[in-house]
Each structure stands twice: as C-alpha cells, then as structure tokens.
C-alpha cells in the first residue's frame, strides 16, 4: 500500500503531494510520538501503579476475581501493573497496529503472557460473550487516554462506550476521576498571541499607526487548543486576575457522556485588569479517596510541579472571544463549553441586583458555539506568527533597515506571507509597492486578508497584490517598471525548519529578470547558526528508557530507534526552544551564509568543521537557526536571542521554532582544560532546498 504525504517543497513554496511506501507513516508516528516521553514520565507511572495496585485489592477485598480492561494499552505497560498486582485475567485493548504488535513482544518478554490478552482493534469494536474478544466484561476499567485539554484524544466517547459494553456497574476505573482547573489572567504577551496590535510608525509626514481590520477586532479565533509548557512562562509575563477554579471534573467509575455540555462558575477577580485568558490544566485521582493525584499545575499553584517534567500533558491556553474589563470583587461567570473532543471559555458579568429568575436567563444563553475564524488571520497565522507580528523590537529592526534603503522613487515588490512590510514600506515613502504571498493556501484566500487590511487603513489603492507566482510575474504586474527594493521577512506559512524560508531566496531567484540593475535586497543575506547543547529535559523524548517501573520495554525502544533511523540521514526537528530550556556546551557558531543579492547557485552548499565544547556537560545535540541580515548592521536572529556566558543559559526567540539534530549518542564532556571537539559536515541541497547533516562525537 502506498500513501500520499503533503509536503511543501522550499524551492517552489508550495504543497507537494508525495508517494511514500506503506512504511512511512507507521515510522513517522513511532519517531515522533510521545511513548518514550510516556515512559520517562516517573511521576504518572508511579501513581498508575499505585491506583492499579489499589483498585485490585479493592476488588479482591470483596471476594471478585480482577478482570481488567485496558484500553489503549501502548507498550502494555499498564496492563502489566495490574498482572502483577494480582489481577486475574487483563484485556488489552490497542488500535495502532504497530504498538500492539510491540504490546504482544513485550508482555511475552516479561511473562504476563497468560494473564494478558492484547487485543489489536478500537475499543468501539470489541465484542464481549463466549466467543468474543472478552469473554466477559470487565470489574477494573484502565485507561491513559488524555491530551493536554483532557478530552481532545477521545477518551469521552471511548469511556461511554465502555460503560454501555465493555465494563460491569459498579466497575473500578484507574484513574477514578479528573478534574479541570481554571485561572483567569491578563498577559500582554498571551494575548498577543491572538490579537494584533496596532503598529505605530515614524513616518516622513507624521506618525501612522497601522490598525487590523475591523474583522479581527472582534473575531473569536479557532478552536484549536494551545497547549504550552506553561511552567517556562516567566510571572512577569502575566498576571493573575482570580483564584483557581475548579472548572468541572469527570468521574471515570460511572457512565459517562460525551454529548456537548456546558459548565458555569462564579468568579470574584482578585484584582481589577483586564480579562483576556483563561489558563486551564488539569489533574487525575487515581484512587477514589483522592490520596493518589496526579496533577499539571503550573508552579506558582504547585512549586514542585516543574520537577516533574512531561510532554504529553502540558497546559492549556485559552483565548477568550475579547477583552474584558473587570473589577476586584464583581460577579463574574465562567462559562466552559464542551463538544466531544474540545474546550473554549466565555466570561459574563452578573447584571447589577440579579436575581434567581435572571441567573437561569444567563444559564440559557451561556451555550455558545465553538468559535469559528471569521477574519481569515486566525485560520492563516498560528499563534506563533500572531506573536511576532506583535514584536514591536522586531518591527523596529525592518522600519529602520527600509529606511536605510528605501528611496523616494523606489519601486518595492514584498514577497512574504501575511506581511506587514508593504505598508511599513509604503509608510516610509517608498513610491510604488506590490507585494506577493507565495506559500499559498488557497483555501483560507490569504489574498482577501490582505486586502483586508489595506482596506482598514485606507490603503487599498497604493499597495498592489500580485496573485501570479514568482516564476510568473510579469513586466505588467509591475507597470512595466523594474524592482528597485526587493523585500521579504522572509516568512513563508508552509515552513517547518528554520531554512525553508530560505524560498526567498528561490523567488528572488525567479523574478530576477525584473530586478533593477542596482536592486537592493532586504534581507541582503541570511546565515545559517549552529551550538551544541545541553537540554534541561527536552532529551528525554528520544531517550531509551530500558526498564520502566521494573517492566522491560526494550522493545518499544528498539522500535523508536528503528524508525528514527528509517531515513538515511537522520532530520533535524521543530521545537520552540523557549519552551525548553538548555545550556549551551559550544559557542554559537555560524556554518553556512546565503547571499541573496546573488541567484540560488547550481551546485550544493557545504561546510565541514569541528566545535569546541567549552562546558561541562551532556551534548545532548546541536541546536540550528537562521538569521537575517536586513542592512548594513542591523540583523534579526529567528534563534538565539542571548547567551549568559557564565552558565551557558540561552535565551530564544519566542516565537520561532528552532532545528534540533538529536545526536545518536550523549558524550560528557568533563575536562575543560583539554576541551573535546565535536565535528561536523552540512550540506545545503539548492535542487532539494533541504539541509542535511552528520555529527561525530
Ligand atoms: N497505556 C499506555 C499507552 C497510552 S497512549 C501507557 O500508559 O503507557 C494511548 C494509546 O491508546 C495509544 O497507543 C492509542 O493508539 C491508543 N488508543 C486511543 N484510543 C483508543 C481506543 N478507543 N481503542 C484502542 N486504542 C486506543
């Protein structure tokens, strides 16, 4: 069987659709899944055990024989908890075929191969009776099948299902209950995440400030959760406006419903600010007396909670639809609305001497839909993108380098997705601007977004949108003029890794035949860094785990490493590193410099080198980043923002992902008089636009 994967090629900016072999995707889930960081998650393996352990006695205690359902059972890694705590007989339940495959090896390895049974099918398929897959229902109903926002996996359908079929009343279920808490705050820096602020801009006749459309003010976003580590998020960054709440909770022993609800609570704001976000994490008894939990506070409710680091449960951030002022001590409702997979918040005041006749009025028009992106910016930008379009320092690097170069009579074309540096360009006199959104998304008309925000600022006859592609400008698009300044930030919506936007510099490539003979190109170059590095935790998600709780699950590390190597060249991988804190073992370095005041060259470009390790510590891998090059002395970095040089700590920027090349093996370095070297080759393919590299250790 073959599959088809969308990919977006850096040289042509756009989507391309590729045959892989049927191996493919069951070797990218494995590489890039979360079983490894599952297994390393101390915290939650000792509380399953202890819930398992607990609820099997519960059940002996009353003279039953324990049969356990496991549904998702992964590595089978629960199910062999509850073999050994004594339970009879355990189902085993595992959609993804690999996995269950991977579950057979390794309860056969570990001798649990009598008491447990793996059953390779989605929970809503097992059949119960004589001659099915159970041969009866279950007493123990165990299961891991959150997400960050609890529910978004479909454990609400799964555990309703089970409840009706697959499991006795009166069952035990481990975990017994989760919970869902909330926290309502203002952050500057979260909300801008999903608004775009004004830009105010020293122009030649005046100050301008640049508005959204209209369309944006009030648009409620998407329903997409953002899940961060919310611990990396500085207290200066926020500021609590309530207490923590407790938004509803889910009793996983009795039947449950996944049909869409709403729950309300009252909130008094501790503080007046201005509403704009509800902060929401979650916890899990795994015992009904709720002495075993299991929680992801963040650490200013729980300051031990940084000490348990994990992945695959984070914190959630909700955007509410808009701002709201709020006052010390004033009613407020919280309401959260639920469907079958996913949360979203709305907040209401009290009306001035409510009574009960009007609270039951707000209890019928609290159920609000899910949002929906009206404006178009929401379903185009991820938060990422809202987030540094909102960098006033970054937009002051592009104001004052589009200073240095714009002249009165130049003629700019921008090529960028979603850019505001048309009208920046414009502001600061430039005579003739058009710009160009190459990566594009048809579906989402990034073209009437931009229009849009012309329109708002009473632009829409002074910037020209040419919809051609590069390859297909032409004399008329530019009134038979020649580009005098070409610009890009360079962004591109289809970039993974930091390089793709290197597609400026194939489209500069291509609307070379209109560029003036003295053209300036902002960015002039772009440079490709390196550091070696040591993670705080971030390593754990490609590390081996061994033995988990005393269970050996080699094989479940076997078969990451497999499909990590399944590509010849290991890749580099997305990840925001300031989320993910590390020390860097290495000096910055920059490896590889592309000129875009020249064509992208025929030939491949490479650098072979060595960095020295100046610190103690692991080298977990090396991190890489680009940076730009705007004028002469003014550069952006989409990577390293700031290294404190006593510890080695390094600052990110917030809203880029960087590459990580996991190296394959971790060396200490120890002797700094004699500092070990780590050598390296990297290629940047022109044909391909992909960087591939080798590290030697
Ligand atoms: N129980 C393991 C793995 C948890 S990950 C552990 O705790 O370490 C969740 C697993 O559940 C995934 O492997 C996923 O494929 C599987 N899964 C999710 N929903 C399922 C369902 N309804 N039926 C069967 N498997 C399911």
Redesign the pocket.
């Known amino acids: 069987m073959k599959t088809f994967c969308g990919r977006a090629n850096p040289t042509t900016g756009s989507m391309e659709w590729l045959e892989e072999g049927e191996d493919y995707d069951y070797h990218q889930e494995i590489a890039r899944s979360r079983y490894a960081d ?2 390393h998650d101390k915290d939650r393996n000792v509380k399953y055990y202890q819930g398992i352990r607990a609820a099997v006695s519960r059940v002996k205690e009353r003279g039953e024989k324990a049969i356990v359902l496991d ?5 089978g ?2 199910s062999m908890m509850a073999a050994s705590a004594g339970a009879d007989f355990c189902y085993a ?4 075929k690999p ?1 269950a495959n991977a579950a057979v090896k390794i309860v056969e390895k570990n001798g649990f191969s009598d008491k447990i049974k793996v059953i390779n099918k ?3 398929e097992v059949t119960v009776g004589s001659d099915g897959d159970m041969q009866c229902r279950a007493n123990i109903l165990v299961t ?2 959150f997400d960050t926002e609890l529910i978004g ?2 454990a609400l359908p ?1 555990y309703e299902h089970a409840h009706k079929y697959l499991v006795q009343e009166g069952c035990e279920a481990v975990p017994h209950r989760a919970t869902v808490y909330v926290q309502l705050v203002e952050s500057r820096r979260m909300w801008s995440w999903k608004k775009l602020f004004p830009i105010h801009v020293e122009a030649e006749d005046g100050e301008k400030i640049l508005v959204p459309p209209s369309e944006m003010e009030d648009c409620p976003g998407v329903p997409s959760v953002c899940d961060i580590q919310l611990n990396q998020m500085p207290s200066s960054d926020f500021s609590t406006l309530s207490d923590v709440v407790t938004m509803f909770s889910v009793d996983f022993s009795k039947p449950v419903q996944s049909a869409s609800a709403y729950y309300r609570v009252q909130l008094k704001p501790v503080k007046s600010g201005k509403a704009q976000i509800v902060l929401s994490w979650w916890d899990i008894d795994m015992d009904p007396s709720g002495m075993i939990n299991c929680t992801m506070a963040p650490y200013w409710v729980k300051p031990t909670s940084a000490l348990q680091w994990r992945d695959h449960w984070m914190q959630c951030v909700y955007f509410l639809p808009r701002e709201e002022p709020v006052l010390q001590g004033e009613k407020l409702y919280l309401t959260a609305c639920r469907d079958e997979y996913s949360v979203w918040y709305t907040l209401q005041k009290a009306r001035e001497g409510e009574n009960k006749a009007d609270e039951e009025e707000h209890e019928a028009d609290v159920r609000v839909e899910s949002p929906v992106c009206r404006c178009r910016a929401h379903l185009l930008w991820n938060r990422a993108r809202f987030g540094e379009l909102n960098d006033q320092n970054r937009t002051h690097q592009y104001i004052k380098s589009l200073r240095k170069v714009l002249k009165a009579d130049s003629v700019c074309l921008c090529i960028s997705d979603g850019s505001l540096l048309p009208v920046l360009a414009h502001y600061l006199g430039a005579k003739q601007v058009q710009c160009m959104q190459p990566s594009r998304i048809d579906l989402y008309h990034p073209h009437e977004l931009q229009q849009a925000f012309f329109k708002a600022n009473h632009l829409e006859d002074k910037i020209k949108i040419i919809e051609a592609r590069p390859e297909l400008l032409k004399p008329s698009h530019l009134e038979d003029k020649k580009i005098s300044v070409l610009v890009g930030e360079p962004f591109f919506t289809t970039s993974l890794l930091p390089w793709h936007n290197l597609y400026f510099w194939y489209a500069r490539t291509a609307v070379s035949p209109h560029l003036a003979s003295n053209v300036t190109v902002l960015p002039q170059s772009a440079s490709l860094h390196m550091m070696i590095v040591e993670f705080q935790d971030l390593w754990r998600i490609r590390s081996p785990c061994g033995t988990c709780e005393g269970f050996d699950v080699q094989t479940m590390d076997d078969m990451i490493k497999d499909s990590l190597n399944f590509r010849e060249s290991k890749e580099a991988e997305p990840h925001p590193l300031w989320e993910y804190p590390c020390k860097s073992l290495s000096d910055p370095q920059e490896v590889l410099t592309f000129d875009f005041t020249t064509t992208v060259p025929q030939h491949c470009l490479s650098t072979e080198g060595s960095v020295k390790l100046l610190r103690k510590g692991k080298s977990h891998g090396a991190v890489l980043w680009m940076e730009y090059h705007l004028a002469a002395d003014i550069s952006v970095s989409t990577g390293l923002m700031q290294l404190s040089n006593e510890k080695g700590n390094c600052e990110w920027n917030p809203h880029c992902k960087q590459a990580v090349y996991f190296f394959s093996s971790v060396i200490e370095s120890e002797i700094l008089s004699d500092p070990t070297a780590v050598t390296y080759a990297i290629n940047f393919d022109t044909k391909t636009g992909e960087i591939a590299m080798d590290f030697k250790l």
């Open positions: 599952m297994l549904i998702g059972t992964g590595t890694l629960l339940i595992e959609v993804f996995m989605h929970s809503t891991e099948l996996e479909g799964t």
